[in-house]
């Protein structure tokens, strides 16, 4: 098998798996599990870790030998996802490329495509860094103690407003505030820039517009022009 066939027949089970973890993790962390259900969490979690990780050795078995470093340095993300569990569900984002089939031109595709990648991972990175950012403070003297608190605090953090009514105390805490502004900035750079390439466009298709416009009155003005001069000529 070559590593296009094995990507196509493990992409679905792949996303499957993401959404497992994200369940199991949000379970675990929201309903503070102890006991059985925690164990269940765990192996869950545990399970979808060890599909990532022969996903991840799998394709770098498969890759071409004198093409495997470069395709070892260019899926950075796909071995952060094997080493960071969190990073997992990221995985999800591979979904909304279906929606674009409903996209009626190749400039709109593309635009509808961006906004709608931008949109989930705007969402993800808010639940997910929630999550992690309670798990880790939770049980600490940090006022992020409840699943709300931690929404809130995505949000605001996300955003870069930083109101700092909550905050992380933690390493692991202030690790994932840090990575969750780089994102937020990062998502709102993606905003400005398809805000602004539309813009352009719009701005570019009104251009082109007047100067057809322009264009079709000049050969007007010349037809008429000629017309008169025939006129004369036959008065002369």
Excluded at 64 to 92: E, Q, S
Excluded at 205 to 225: F, N, Y
């Amino acid at each position: 098998m070559n590593q296009g066939r094995w990507q196509r027949a493990t992409e679905w089970p792949l996303i499957v798996a993401s959404v497992l973890f994200l369940t199991a993790y949000a379970w675990q962390v929201i309903g503070n599990l102890t006991g059985t259900a925690n164990t269940i969490a765990e192996t869950i979690l545990w399970f979808t870790w060890g599909l990532f990780l022969i996903d991840y050795i799998a394709n770098l078995i498969l890759v071409p030998h004198n093409k495997r470093w470069r395709w070892f340095y260019t899926h950075l993300l796909d071995l952060a996802i094997v080493i960071l569990p969190m990073l997992r569900p990221l995985r999800i984002l591979r979904l909304v490329t279906l929606l674009s089939v409903l996209e009626r031109t190749a400039g709109n595709a593309i635009r509808g495509r961006i906004v709608m990648y931008v949109s989930t991972a705007a969402t993800l990175l808010v639940f997910v860094a929630a999550l992690a950012v309670l798990d880790s403070e939770r049980g600490t003297t940090s006022n992020i103690q409840t699943f709300w608190d931690a929404i809130w605090w995505a949000f605001v953090t996300i955003t870069t407003v930083g109101y700092g009514d909550l905050s992380p105390i933690t390493a692991q805490g202030r690790l994932i505030a840090v990575g969750l502004m780089l994102g937020g900035i990062a998502l709102l750079g993606v905003v400005t820039a398809t805000l602004a390439s539309w813009i352009v466009e719009k701005v570019a298709t009104h251009d082109a517009e007047k100067e057809a416009a322009t264009v079709g009155h000049i050969k007007q003005l010349e037809a008429k022009i000629d017309e008169l001069a025939t006129l004369l000529q036959r008065a002369a």
